[in-house]
């Protein structure tokens, strides 16, 4: 029974050790708007990506 | 970092020159945890939407899906300032909208012969015009209407303040004139750059909002349907929306329009599911005017350019065919009458309750966040909030049946910004002065967006209306799609002229009078 | 060539608004009828009891005031309308009918009626606004139908006790026949490899038809008509190439006079207030009542940009390319007025169809309502002229191997 419970407790200290990893890194990311500021270095490859598309340009 | 509201100098958020604002902002604990979880909900239908390989695919085919980036960042901007109530209005708001244009990407690209080319999904899908009513699709239960300029040029320029300006470039390098409105312009220009995903049984183009509307589809429907192979019907509503002797030529439209569909797609019209979603746009109608029925008393909860956004998605693009709306209408409505009887506001201070008339710049759909901010300007309504408000017929009897053919076409008559912008002087100009004296307000913002005709041909008649009446007209040039013509620094100098030199006032928070946000998404 | 007797006389009535036959017409008891746009059908306003005026502003200067109003957004010819109405110069006029064909023309109307700028001293005076089909088919011809009987003919009986029965109707079909028949007489002499008529000429008479009452113009026209026929034109032609002029609201004389001055003949005019299709004849048939007969040769014929359905999308450049292989023109000049929307779009589709599908060399220009002598506009013509022969000589040199 102890054991179980000590699995138990310590599979639960795992998950919450996890959920907190999780929670600090994305609340990292969403406060100081890391996201963004990842999304903004990669736009300008992506535009010169569109520049290089063949296209049938016409009316 | 404050949990009060308008503690923050939110003009601090922003850098000179940056795309992206420092961080986000601390709105005490339980608010910021909240924020803090939409955020992370909006990254899931994200994560969920780059899932699917196609859709990677076409983030690499369509330049105006480099926009969606900016996704969080419009969530953002508009959550500016926000607390409690106002807040959690907001993000259902913005989240459901979120929702819905994910969705219809995703079933842009898998219908899409470039991308996912399911044929057999493509049969079902009804392109309609960006800007359309979409009332002729309330009794098609198992088919998709997708509108492909909404996600191209629509949703895009709200995300990213410059998404339109390479299809704006492309359409006059073709040879259209610079002045006509940038809307349509941008709209063609996606089309000649080879830039629109390619699907669908039939298309359902209108003359939407003006005559650069009108002239616009004829570009796309030339490429849609002499080389694409995908017939178009075009449905005029008449201009004179008020007039009792164009309503019967309205409601023929409607017929053919349906008429077509039915022929295009093999589906038949379902006057059951019809008068499930009349019911859903009667709901959302006696929403909307008991949130602007709010708006009269001094504690308005529902009001500025969510409200805009909102009644656009709500109003036209989904036009009670998505039960989800339903929900949010009356989420908002329990969060509103909660914040009323608390008496809240959404900012530290109001000194003016001001109409927003006119038509919008898309770039800086934010701006009233800003006016609210800095000025303490409350934007009460807006000219797109103030649509239809006809009840429509909700029972399924053989009169109504024919009613509800003259409710359709009164709604498509009655669209987003054609219902003021047309149908004569009376709408536009007259209606204005009665709105201000409904919600008590002392001031007018005229959104003057410089390439709508319609809009401009009255300027000189409010200007000589709001001196007889002693009401303080604001007027805001811009050019809708195109923030390299008066930039978002540019409308707000607008304001702030006349906020020093005729009120006399300081602004609530200096922070946010002057941002060089010209760079910025 | 030698002149026309008549050119000057036409010319005169081109220089103001309220000109001498039409005060002679109000004179003789008749009503005056003012209009703006293509799409209000002539005969219908041109009822017996009644004339119809198309309202221009000649000798336009300072636009201020409704520059005002409307802002410089606008298209000249709106502001100029509004202005010279500010300004009084519309005060002739016992009605004005307006469609909603544009937004600006739409505005331009309505701000004389907030500003009460026409109907001084006239109690029976009215503006009316009228909705106009978008598409040529049946629904938009019952429309036509039900707004030309709600907006001209109701309100010109009411207001002004004119018969708007159909024999009414038919008598002024017959009228506006008479003068299309000439118009077009006329205009068959540009068809030649020596034309007898410049295209200036012919604007001026074609304009003077829109601009005064029909009925006393006829005798002018059929004189003039006679005159063609033994005119003996110059014996080289002196012009350097063919055009046809199309697009948006075109009546200064002066644009027509610096296309040809530039060395362009203007062989064919496909604009608003031209002759294509403005003067084709009305055909009547007894089987059908003539209002809706009327309705509908304007609503099919209609080559206004506004018309938004794929066949008169189609349907506009074919009319224009099919023109201009009648008409022996050697390019195509595209014009708009700045600001016009409906013409900026069709301008782009117009000028890259006709230059990629039909073959003609094209010129796409935008212009204000009063040219004058704009530099820029010459040196333009000038050198699509130019490219227009060195085209031919190209293909000369093709065919002679």
């Given at each position: 029974?102890?054991?179980?419970l000590k699995?138990?407790l310590k ?9 907190l ?18 999304t ?9 990506h ?5 296209r049938?340009?016409?009316? | ?23 986000r ?8 945890l ?24 076409a983030?690499?085919?369509y ?17 500016q ?22 969705q219809l ?9 470039r ?14 015009d960006?800007n ?45 004139a ?30 939407t909002?003006c ?8 570009v ?50 379902d ?6 979603c ?21 504690y308005?909860?529902v ?8 009644t ?10 998505i ?8 989420k ?16 530290k ?8 008339w ?11 966040v ?31 049946r ?62 000589d ?5 002693g ?17 978002r ?8 002229n ?24 | ?12 009535l ?13 004179k003789?008891?008749?009503?005056c009828?003012?209009y ?18 198309r ?32 300004e009084?110069?519309?005060n ?13 023309m739409?505005?331009?109307i ?36 039900v ?17 708007t ?27 030649g ?11 001026v ?24 026929k ?39 005019d ?20 003539a ?37 022996g ?9 700045k ?37 820029q506009?010459r ?16 293909k000369e040199?093709?065919?002679?191997g």
């Amino acid at each position: 029974m102890n054991k179980v419970l000590k699995f138990a407790l310590k599979l639960l200290g795992k998950l919450l050790l996890v959920a907190l990893g999780f929670f600090v890194v994305t609340f990292t990311v969403y406060f100081f708007n890391l996201d963004m500021k990842l999304t903004a270095a990669i736009e300008p490859f992506l535009l010169k990506h569109y520049d290089r598309i063949e296209r049938d340009t016409h009316l | 970092m404050a949990k009060e509201i308008g503690k923050d100098r939110l003009g601090d958020f922003y850098k000179d020159g940056g795309k992206v604002r420092k961080r986000r902002e601390w709105r005490g604990v339980e608010d910021t945890l909240y924020d803090y979880s939409r955020w992370l909900t909006i990254m899931m239908t994200l994560g969920k939407f780059v899932m699917k390989p196609r859709n990677v695919k076409a983030m690499f085919r369509y330049r105006w899906m480099a926009n969606y980036l900016a996704v969080p960042m419009m969530v953002d901007r508009h959550t500016q300032g926000l607390r409690g109530e106002y807040l959690r209005i907001c993000h259902t708001e913005q989240d459901l909208i979120i929702n819905d244009v994910a969705q219809l990407l995703d079933s842009l690209f898998r219908g899409d012969r470039r991308i996912g080319n399911d044929t057999e999904f493509s049969k079902k899908v009804v392109l309609v015009d960006e800007n359309e009513m979409t009332a002729v699709m309330m009794g098609f239960p198992t088919l998709k209407s997708l509108s492909r300029e909404t996600p191209s040029t629509y949703v895009s320029v709200l995300l990213n303040q410059h998404a339109a300006e390479h299809y704006i470039d492309v359409a006059q390098e073709f040879g259209l004139a610079g002045d006509v409105c940038p809307m349509p312009e941008a709209e063609a220009g996606v089309s000649i750059d080879d830039d629109a995903p390619v699907l669908g049984a039939c298309a359902i183009q209108c003359n939407t909002t003006c005559d650069g509307s009108l002239l616009g589809n004829g570009v796309i429907s030339r490429r849609l349907e002499l080389e694409d192979g995908i017939p178009v019907f075009q449905l005029a509503a008449p201009l004179r929306h008020r007039e009792e002797d164009v309503q019967d030529y309205a409601a023929q439209e409607i017929r053919n329009a349906i008429a077509f569909i039915e022929k295009h797609t093999g589906e038949k019209w379902d006057w059951e599911h019809y008068f499930e979603c009349a019911k859903r746009v009667n709901y959302a109608t006696k929403c909307r005017q008991e949130w602007l029925e709010m708006n009269r008393t001094p504690y308005p909860q529902v009001f500025g350019s969510n409200l805009a956004l909102y009644t656009e998605t709500n109003y036209m693009a989904i036009c009670g065919r998505i039960p989800a709306f339903e929900e949010a209408d009356r989420k908002i409505s329990k969060l509103a009458q909660q914040a009323y009887a608390k008496k809240k506001m959404a900012a530290k201070e109001y000194r003016h309750r001001a109409i927003i008339w006119g038509v919008q710049s898309h770039y800086y759909m934010d701006f009233l966040v800003w006016l609210l901010n800095c000025w303490g300007i409350v934007p009460l309504t807006d000219m797109l909030s103030l649509v239809s408000t006809r009840v429509l017929a909700e029972e399924d009897t053989p009169e109504n049946r024919e009613t509800a053919i003259y409710d359709m076409a009164w709604l498509t008559e009655n669209m987003i910004m054609r219902n003021r912008t047309h149908g004569g002087y009376k709408v536009l100009l007259n209606e204005l002065w009665e709105f201000t004296q409904q919600f008590n307000a002392d001031m007018v913002i005229l959104w003057e967006h410089m390439s709508c005709k319609a809009l401009t041909g009255m300027h000189g008649m409010f200007e000589d209306r709001a001196r007889e009446l002693g009401i303080h007209l604001v007027w805001v040039s811009h050019d809708l799609f195109d923030p390299r013509i008066i930039s978002r620094q540019g409308v707000h100098d607008q304001i702030n002229n006349y906020m020093r030199t005729v009120m006399r006032e300081e602004p609530i928070d200096p922070s946010l009078e002057v941002l060089h946000d010209e760079e910025s998404w | 060539m030698k002149d026309l007797k008549h050119l000057i006389y036409f010319e005169n009535l081109l220089l103001e608004a309220n000109n001498e036959l039409i005060r002679q017409a109000q004179k003789d008891g008749k009503v005056c009828v003012a209009y703006t746009c293509e799409n209000t059908p002539e005969p219908l306003l041109n009822l017996p009891g009644a004339f119809s005026a198309r309202l221009r502003a000649p000798r336009t200067g300072s636009m201020e005031v409704a520059t005002y109003y409307l802002t410089s957004f606008l298209c000249e010819y709106s502001r100029a309308l509004l202005e010279r109405a500010i300004e009084g110069g519309y005060n002739f006029a016992d009605c004005i009918i307006t469609p909603d064909g544009c937004s600006m023309m739409n505005r331009c109307i309505e701000n004389m009626e907030l500003l009460k700028a026409m109907g001084k001293d006239k109690p029976n005076f009215f503006y009316e606004y009228m909705e106009i089909p978008m598409k040529g088919d049946d629904n938009g011809l019952n429309l036509y139908v039900v707004q030309c009987r709600n907006h001209i003919l109701k309100p010109l009986a009411e207001h002004y006790g004119i018969d708007t029965s159909d024999a009414a109707i038919r008598q002024a079909v017959a009228e506006h026949n008479r003068v299309c028949e000439l118009i077009r007489a006329i205009g068959e002499f540009r068809k030649g490899e020596h034309p007898a008529i410049t295209g200036y000429e012919f604007h001026v008479i074609t304009l003077a038809t829109y601009a005064c009452p029909k009925y006393l113009l006829i005798d002018k026209l059929e004189e003039t008509l006679e005159e063609l026929k033994t005119r003996e034109p110059d014996k080289v032609f002196p012009y350097r190439a063919r055009v046809e002029v199309v697009g948006s609201e075109v009546d200064d004389l002066d644009f027509i006079k610096l296309v040809e001055d530039s060395g362009a003949y203007v062989c064919a005019d496909r604009f608003c207030y031209g002759s294509l299709p403005g003067r084709d004849p009305i055909a009547l048939t007894d089987d059908e009542d003539a209002l809706t007969q009327v309705c509908r040769q304007y609503m099919l014929r209609g080559e206004c940009p506004r018309y938004m359905d794929m066949p008169k999308m189609v349907g506009r450049r074919e009319y224009v390319a099919k023109v201009a292989e009648e008409y022996g023109a050697d390019g195509v000049i595209y014009e708009q007025m700045k600001f016009c929307d409906p013409w900026a779009y069709e301008k782009m589709l117009g000028s890259h169809i006709l230059r990629e599908e039909f073959g003609y060399p094209v010129l796409a220009v935008d212009r204000p309502y009063s040219i004058a002598t704009s530099g820029q506009m010459r040196t333009r013509v000038q050198a699509f002229v130019e490219s227009m022969e060195i085209k031919k000589i190209q293909k000369e040199g093709v065919a002679n191997g």
